[in-house]
């Protein structure tokens, strides 16, 4: 059953009646249908062409946000070997939100961490719909000194709606908490690489992402605020979604073009969710690419020049 | 009845009567309705006379009464890009920031200067909530590393005020950019060997807050000012239900082991300098009538801290 986004409905309608009339042949061993279901399956690759090379802002960031989109925990599973999560901050709890551990990539040990939004009813529950509370970024900074001391490379997964906002996660210092992340990022003397798989909300995703080498997927978003929250604050509407996320240049294209990113790692056609397999490869493939990039250097060189990467950062801006 | 209302011809009389009650003499307290003299309550640095509240207050009359005989100078900040996302919303970026600019009589959000403060010679970097939130966009972070670098250049303590509602969004991600670089500014210093003082003040929230707002060696904030990350509103729609009173203001945050201090502002200039001088490693200040530069500093009864700042600004 696939999860169609609402402004692939004409494309739901084609591919159900495709699947409707191969379900009718099945049944019905003396009706031919191919000649049928293929100029169905034509027509359908045509409008999903259409659809997805010209995306708006907005369509992006309902398809960044699709739940059959690859999680973090998909691509730990296919792109590592000997995931030894690592639980807790040591202070007050283990925030399920935040998966991380030691891994192998390719032969080398790794610290893998990254935002988990979860599956299924009960999973999204389980990790709280990827949004981290302090814990999960105290969690992320233990991690991170453990990797410094031992000299593993950190790779981050970034897929987060934004920190959870909540009393207790307020009381426990949430703001602390992502500042001292960042910070850890901007310490830490080994090579430091994130890939922006989903959404990058906001604060609670820069905690993860301020690292020497920044990727994003095709469709992905990085914003400092979501876009109904947006419309909500400057357009008064939060309905005005369409013109926030327009208006915030918040899709990997323009990122790269600010600078933001590195990066942009092509989808298959119709998003992430439409191959998984191929969507994980491209992105391990650009893990390796982006580490053998920072091989060999010191850990005092990556820091002076990732500071010096976010120093820099805002000298480029975008033509209208 | 005086003479004037019984001799003056009426139009004249009309325009001494208006005179009575000029609006701007007076201020009402924003939290006990108190009309308060507005030379007062700016001697009371904003802080309302009969309740304590306390009321915003610009940089430059915060820095007037930090520095010595509010003596400072302006550290320069790099401009930014202007507009560099054409950010339109109901307005366009450039207009809302002109129309900010009429308003304050500021460039932007955030006032940089040096000077000393009780002879004690520092970097401050003061936030501006009625510039537009006092919002961190690129300028704002230019002037924290421009403060930083000032800072270790002259070997200085930085003291910073915050103030704000969060990222200005009209500059999109690169505001949000501004969390990494304004947490390599606060590097710069830590690894100087310097303090870093933070004061927050009312409000302090959002990407402020999670990033050089909760960062300080030392951080004191003003009484009742409202500190968090995601605001009260947003928690209240996420959670369906009511937020206990005071939660996420000063005194809740110094219960939770987020601040060291509270202190009204009318103590905290006595306070900063106590503070920046013990790291400093120098003696104990002098207070009331300073004895000229050059003659070596006595120790004086902390409570004379709060004596006003002495007349001449110190060289």
């Not at chain 2, 939290?31 to 940089?59: D, K, Q, W, Y």
């Not at chain 2, 670098?149 to 949000?176: C, D, H, N, T, Y």
């Not at chain 2, 009260?232 to 996420?238: A, D, G, L």
């Amino acid at each position: 059953m696939t999860n169609y986004l609402d402004f692939e409905k004409p494309l739901a309608e084609i591919e159900g009646k495709a699947e409707e009339l191969r379900a009718m042949a099945r049944a019905n061993e003396e009706m031919d249908v191919e000649a049928e279901a293929s100029a169905l399956d034509k027509k359908a690759r045509e409008l999903l062409e259409d659809l997805y090379t010209k995306l708006t802002p907005w369509r992006k960031a309902q398809v960044a946000r699709h739940p059959d989109r690859p999680h973090c925990r998909d691509y730990i599973k296919a792109l590592f070997t000997e995931y030894t999560p690592l639980a807790g901050d040591r202070n007050f709890a283990d925030d399920h939100a935040v998966l991380g551990g030691l891994a192998r990539f390719g032969d080398q040990p790794v610290m893998v961490i990254g935002h988990e939004k979860g599956h299924d009813t009960r999973s999204r529950i389980q990790h709280n719909f990827g949004m981290a509370r302090p814990e999960g970024y105290r969690k992320a900074v233990r991690l991170m000194d453990l990797a410094d001391r031992f000299g593993l490379p950190v790779i981050t997964l970034v897929d987060t709606a934004g920190a959870y906002p909540g009393k207790g996660a307020e009381e426990r210092g949430q703001s602390e908490a992502i500042a001292r992340s960042t910070e850890k990022c901007l310490q830490i003397g080994v090579p430091l690489v994130s890939v922006i798989i989903g959404e990058g909300g906001s604060g609670g995703a820069v905690a993860f992402a301020t690292a020497d080498r920044v990727a994003m997927l095709e469709h992905s978003i990085y914003s400092v605020i979501s876009p109904e929250g947006c419309a909500s604050i400057l357009w008064k509407d939060s309905e005005k979604m369409r013109e926030a996320a327009e208006a915030l240049r918040l899709t990997a294209q323009d990122l790269e073009k600010l600078g933001v990113t590195d990066r942009v790692i092509r989808e298959p056609l119709g998003g992430a969710h439409r191959d998984r397999d191929a969507t994980i490869t491209a992105v391990g493939k650009t893990i390796a690419s982006m580490l053998s990039e920072l091989d060999g250097r010191t850990g005092k060189k990556l820091v002076k020049e990732r500071r010096r990467r976010y120093l820099e950062l805002g000298s480029k801006g975008l033509a209208a | 009845m005086n003479w004037i209302t019984n001799y003056v011809r009426p139009r004249i009389n009309s325009i001494f009567s208006r005179r009575d009650t000029p609006e701007n003499l007076w201020s009402k307290c924003d939290n006990c309705g108190n009309m308060l003299f507005h030379r007062e309550l700016r001697e009371n640095l904003n802080v309302c006379t009969s309740c304590g509240h306390h009321m915003a207050i610009t940089p430059r009359e915060r820095f007037s009464a930090l520095f010595d005989g509010g003596v400072f100078s302006e550290i320069k900040v790099p401009a930014p890009l202007e507009d560099p996302l054409r950010f339109r919303d109901q307005k366009r970026y450039p207009d809302r920031m002109r129309a900010a600019q009429k308003a304050t009589g500021e460039k932007e959000a955030m006032l940089v200067a040096e000077g000393e403060m009780g002879r004690t010679p520092i970097v401050a970097a003061a936030q501006d909530f009625s510039f537009m939130g006092g919002s961190m966009g690129m300028y704002v972070g230019n002037a924290i590393i421009a403060a930083a670098e000032r800072a270790v250049a002259l070997k200085r303590p930085l003291i910073l005020f915050s103030a704000a509602g969060g990222a200005r969004m009209q500059e999109g991600i690169l505001s949000l950019m501004q969390m990494p670089r304004t947490t390599v500014a606060v590097q710069m210093l830590k690894e100087a060997g310097l303090p870093y003082i933070v004061v927050l003040t009312h409000p302090t929230t959002g990407g402020v807050t999670a990033s050089y707002a909760m960062l300080g060696d030392v951080h004191i904030a003003e009484p009742n000012a409202l500190i968090c990350f995601a605001g009260p509103r947003v928690i209240e729609q996420t959670l369906g239900e009511k937020l206990p009173e005071g939660f996420q203001r000063a005194e809740y945050l110094l219960d939770h082991g987020m601040l060291d201090r509270v202190t009204p502002r009318t103590e905290l200039r006595g306070e900063l300098i106590t503070i920046t001088r013990m790291l400093m490693g120098l003696n104990p200040a002098v207070a009331g009538d300073l004895p000229p530069p050059g003659d070596t500093a006595e120790a004086s009864p902390p409570e004379a801290l709060n004596a006003p700042p002495a007349e001449k600004p110190a060289k």
